[in-house]
């Protein structure tokens, strides 16, 4: 099959208006921060919806966009799936996870409790496939947890670009999302993200990001 074509178009930024873009973008994005406390005020099927479609702009391995992303604001599915969640972060919390591990967890004043999995009002669960399926036949795909990687990323940003907050929960393993939502087996769990407003007066850690000189290698 011959590659089909078409133009590509851009408004270009150069000289002074393109170095204060990019200083307004990293101000804007170094805002973002991960917020565990939830207003239960909720936010239109279409503000989510179009959230997950701009994450689905994301490059992906020869374009094959592997990904599911599950929306889930039904409080019974909810309620199960902090249940099922918590029982998982409970056995991490107590024998699972190495000292260090807690260690570094102490900062952020985590535990094995995740009351936002309800209070949040929408979760978005994304599922990568490891392979998809055309009429029955198995089909590859092609750097699948790197192409989901960076649909979540872009996922992140659109939730920050409109005004919401997010967090990302990894509980482990997360079988159990699959059974809870039904999905095919071709489709594995890989993020599940609590999005909404912050719950009023809300704090978050006072952490420190990697200054510039420790994330960047120059090679002129």
Known sequence: MQAKFIPYSKALLHGDTLLKESERHYAFMNSRRTVREFSRQPIATEVIENIIMSASTAPSGANKQP?????????SLKSQIRVEAEKEEYESYHGRMPQEWLDDLSNLGTDWQKPFLELAPALIIVFKHSYDLKEGHKKTNYYVSESVGLACG?????????GLVALTHTPSPMNFLSKVLNRPKNEKPYLLIPVGYPAENVMVPDIKRKEKEEVIVRYS
């Open 154 to 162: 872009f996922l992140l940003q659109a939730i920050h670009q409109c």
């Open 67 to 75: 990904w599911t992303f599950c929306i889930v604001t039904n409080p």
